[in-house]
């Protein structure tokens, strides 16, 4: 049985949550509570194994309880968010202070009773998560004010070596791990991340403010450029096609796949006709298996391909999926991919 801890500033919203989640059979409510004040408290005596948490509260608002509850006791915590710009900052701020996903905040009653069954998904999923201890040095904010230096670009790169990275549950903080530890002259690198609208360009701004690499939102038709990372947009698919001698993005409105828009299935089987031998793949944290079977005809095209070892994600699902399936060349710890995929890209460019 999963307990939930419902956090929330509004009546109307805590007892849909209350509702959703006591009519599950595999569920039920270890509290509800206004305010993060009251559920520290809750937390000691009814041990929830999720929490659900409003990111704007009066008294301590959502950051503030989650710093506190991953230095003491760490739990999968699902952040409801707006889906305003501040509201997208804050909900990434979180997912990199240890929060497993995020979730909008209906802006009707017309909406509530259609997101019941993703809520219920993404609380499931949580319940799986590993989640680790956040010490006092996260509580920074990740710089945003003054961006790391770039490499000058003025040209597309040739159709050499190109990057592909799929992530979902774990994927904002297994990304921007790996994405700061790469030099600006890398491969350019696409990135299909399960997000919603409204907060991959955000994602996009914050990661480029503390990369050496160009790190943006994918643009239909825009070549691909050395030095560059492209995010698939929330709500969208992300492909590479190759033109004459050089790359271009794609990013379509086709339908979802594997139950996700951006999925990683189209991402890795477009990589695997445009870029062939010369692409490289890698599966990150997530739930389900999107992109396994995709990842397994990357690697039969000759690409090099890499998933994420289960002891270092957060969900090891995608990535389980593709071992199982052996599409995964490699399987590798979250702290060795930046330096294994440094070697792929000096080997690819000799």
Same mark, same amino acid.
């Given at each position: 049985?999963?307990?939930?801890?419902?956090?929330?500033?509004?009546?109307?919203?805590?007892?849909?949550?209350?509702?959703?989640?006591?009519?599950?059979?595999?569920?039920?409510?270890?509290?509800?509570?206004?305010?993060?004040?009251?559920?520290?408290?809750?937390?000691?005596?009814?041990?929830?194994?999720?929490?659900?948490?409003?990111?704007?509260?009066?008294?301590?608002?959502?950051?503030?309880?989650?710093?506190?509850?991953?230095?003491?006791?760490?739990?999968?915590?699902?952040?409801?968010?707006?889906?305003?710009?501040?509201?997208?900052?804050?909900?990434?701020?979180?997912?990199?202070?240890?929060?497993?996903?995020?979730?909008?905040?209906?802006?009707?009653?017309?909406?509530?009773?259609?997101?019941?069954?993703?809520?219920?998904?993404?609380?499931?999923?949580?319940?799986?998560?590993?989640?680790?201890?956040?010490?006092?040095?996260?509580?920074?904010?990740?710089?945003?004010?003054?961006?790391?230096?770039?490499?000058?670009?003025? !040209?597309? #790169?040739? +159709?050499? $070596?190109?990057?592909?990275?799929? @992530? &979902?549950?774990?994927?904002?903080?297994?990304? *921007?791990?790996?994405?700061?530890?790469?030099?600006?002259?890398?491969?350019?690198?696409?990135?299909?991340?399960?997000?919603?609208?409204?907060?991959?360009?955000?994602?996009?701004?914050?990661?480029?403010?503390?990369?050496?690499?160009?790190?943006?939102?994918?643009?239909?038709?825009?070549?691909?450029?050395?030095?560059?990372?492209?995010?698939?947009?929330?709500?969208?698919?992300?492909?590479?096609?190759?033109?004459?001698?050089?790359?271009?993005?794609?990013?379509?409105?086709?339908?979802?796949?594997?139950?996700?828009?951006?999925?990683?299935?189209?991402?890795?089987?477009?990589?695997?006709?445009?870029?062939?031998?010369?692409?490289?793949?890698?599966?990150?944290?997530?739930?389900?298996?999107?992109?396994?079977?995709?990842?397994?005809?990357? !690697?039969? #095209?000759? +690409?090099? $391909?890499?998933?994420?070892?289960? @002891? &270092?994600?957060?969900?090891?699902?995608?990535? *389980?999926?593709?071992?199982?399936?052996?599409?995964?060349?490699?399987?590798?710890?979250?702290?060795?991919?930046?330096?294994?995929?440094?070697?792929?890209?000096?080997?690819?460019?000799?």
């Amino acid at each position: 049985m999963i307990r939930v801890l419902v956090i929330d500033d509004s009546a109307v919203m805590r007892a849909f949550l209350a509702r959703v989640i006591g009519a599950q059979p595999d569920m039920e409510v270890a509290g509800v509570v206004p305010d993060p004040l009251l559920a520290i408290e809750r937390v000691r005596r009814h041990a929830p194994d999720v929490i659900t948490l409003d990111v704007e509260m009066p008294g301590m608002n959502g950051l503030d309880f989650l710093r506190k509850l991953m230095s003491v006791k760490p739990l999968p915590v699902i952040m409801i968010s707006s889906l305003t710009r501040e509201g997208a900052e804050t909900t990434l701020r979180a997912l990199e202070l240890g929060a497993v996903d995020y979730f909008p905040k209906p802006s009707s009653f017309q909406e509530l009773d259609g997101v019941g069954a993703d809520i219920v998904e993404k609380i499931r999923t949580a319940a799986q998560a590993r989640v680790k201890r956040h010490g006092p040095a996260a509580s920074g904010p990740v710089p945003l004010a003054a961006a790391t230096p770039k490499p000058a670009v003025s !040209r597309a #790169a040739a +159709a050499g $070596t190109v990057i592909g990275i799929g @992530a &979902s549950t774990g994927g904002v903080e297994a990304l *921007r791990n790996i994405l700061t530890e790469l030099p600006g002259s890398m491969p350019p690198i696409l990135i299909a991340q399960h997000m919603l609208p409204g907060f991959t360009e955000t994602f996009a701004r914050r990661l480029d403010a503390i990369c050496e690499m160009t790190v943006k939102q994918a643009d239909d038709g825009e070549d691909v450029l050395q030095g560059t990372v492209y995010v698939a947009p929330g709500g969208r698919h992300l492909l590479l096609a190759r033109r004459a001698n050089r790359y271009v993005v794609r990013v379509t409105d086709d339908a979802p796949v594997n139950r996700h828009r951006p999925s990683v299935d189209p991402l890795f089987r477009s990589m695997a006709e445009a870029a062939g031998e010369r692409a490289i793949g890698v599966m990150l944290t997530g739930m389900g298996g999107d992109g396994a079977e995709a990842m397994l005809a990357l !690697r039969q #095209a000759g +690409a090099r $391909t890499i998933a994420q070892d289960e @002891a &270092s994600c957060v969900v090891f699902g995608m990535p *389980r999926q593709a071992i199982v399936l052996g599409a995964a060349g490699e399987v590798l710890g979250l702290a060795d991919m930046a330096r294994r995929l440094r070697e792929m890209a000096a080997d690819g460019a000799a």
